[in-house]
């Protein structure tokens, strides 16, 4: 197990983590350090445990805006995906039609020329 030491409103905290991660969690605590400087500038000096509360409210409301709008890309991905798979299915419906008309004109058209090939009017004029 790792540990990183993060600066958040001019304290060091020491945590731990997983090997590897020690990155993440200091851009992690990097922004959580410039959200309360952020609103310290906004505030002013109003203490530093409600500047944390604020700015964990803060990152807290943009993860839930987050989540709705993955909830509302997930809703309208699997929307495209039942439209994709009717799409498919006319589509292979029409290429079935097709095909059957094709090979209908195909099976009427070689009928039509072997009654015309054996057809008794066929022989007029022969004679």
Known sequence: MAHVTVTIAGRAYRMACDD??????????????????????????????????????????????MRRRHRALEQELQAERVRLAVATE????????VSDAFTKA??????LARELGTSPSSDVGMG
Do not use: C, N, P
């Open 20 to 65: 590897g991660q020690e990155e993440h969690l200091s851009r992690l605590g990097q922004e959580v350090d410039a959200r309360i400087d952020d609103l310290r500038k906004a505030f002013g000096e109003i203490g530093d445990q409600r500047l944390s509360v604020m700015a964990a409210i803060t990152l807290a409301d943009e993860l839930s805006e």
């Open 90 to 97: 006319r589509s292979e419906l029409a290429e079935r039609t």
């Open 106 to 111: 195909s099976e009427r058209m070689e009928r």
